[in-house]
């Protein structure tokens, strides 16, 4: 089944620096690529999401990059801002599933990222 | 919108007693999912339902059992806690499929057993 592994599991940047966070997937099936973003005691939302069909995907300060042939994606934060501090899940679906009737997200462990006023 | 509404909030519970955790949203959506997350282990998922009276095992099933009570509401049910099941619970709700849509999540259900 999938596998999704994620780096690093802290980051911590300055004020006005930009951050990148790394994925890496094993089912060369996975089609879909969202970015969830956990503040402290919340629930994960999401932030920004691509599918296969495209390799660059951008939201303001927000952009995603995927690369099919390597199977990686990329989340690159543009001059952060303190309450950009979160934990950042990545996430790729799986077409395999596991006994049901459709596939599900696999998500990585998480990156903790600071950002320092 | 409230979204998606979990309880209870906190639950402490001592090895081998049962609970349910109660989930419910109010965006129409039809899939409803819950997931665990621990320390350093992400987000792992436990059981989903595609769809009003189906329900299928994600990854870590065992210990749990799900009801899908309306289209509104799905429970989780620990018949006999361990403490290895001592995480964070978050349901979540999705308008389309799993693979393809944004989930939604709850606030979370922080269990602890003793």
């Known amino acids: 089944g999938e596998n999704v592994e994620q780096h690093p599991s802290t980051l911590s940047v300055q004020e006005g620096d930009s951050a990148v966070i790394k994925c890496t997937y094993s089912?060369?099936?996975?089609?879909?690529f969202p970015w969830y973003k956990q503040e402290l005691g919340k629930g994960p939302q999401l932030i920004i999401d691509?599918?296969?069909?495209?390799g660059e995907k951008k939201d303001q300060r927000i952009a995603v990059t995927l690369n099919k042939t390597a199977k990686h994606f990329s989340l690159h934060i543009t001059e952060t801002q303190p309450e950009d501090s979160a934990v950042y899940f990545c996430a790729a679906n799986s077409p395999k599933n596991y006994g049901g009737s459709q596939g599900n997200l696999i998500f990585g462990k998480g990156t903790k990222l600071s950002v320092k006023p | 919108n409230a979204g998606v509404t979990q309880t209870p909030k906190f639950q402490v519970l001592k090895t081998g007693q049962s609970m349910t955790l109660q989930c419910a949203q109010d965006m129409n959506h039809n899939s409803m999912y819950w997931y665990r997350q621990d320390p350093g282990m992400g987000l792992r998922l436990i059981y989903y339902?595609?769809?009003?009276?189906?329900?299928d095992k994600g990854e870590v099933p065992n210990g749990y059992n799900v009801s899908r009570l309306n289209k509104r509401e799905f429970s989780l049910r620990l018949e006999s806690a361990a403490p290895s099941q001592t995480s964070v619970y978050f349901c979540a709700s999705s308008r389309t499929g799993p693979n393809t849509g944004e989930l939604f999540f709850g606030e979370g259900s922080r269990l602890t057993v003793l």
């Open positions: 089912d060369s099936a996975s089609n879909y």
């Open positions: 339902s595609a769809s009003e009276g189906t329900t």
């Open positions: 691509i599918r296969s069909n495209v």
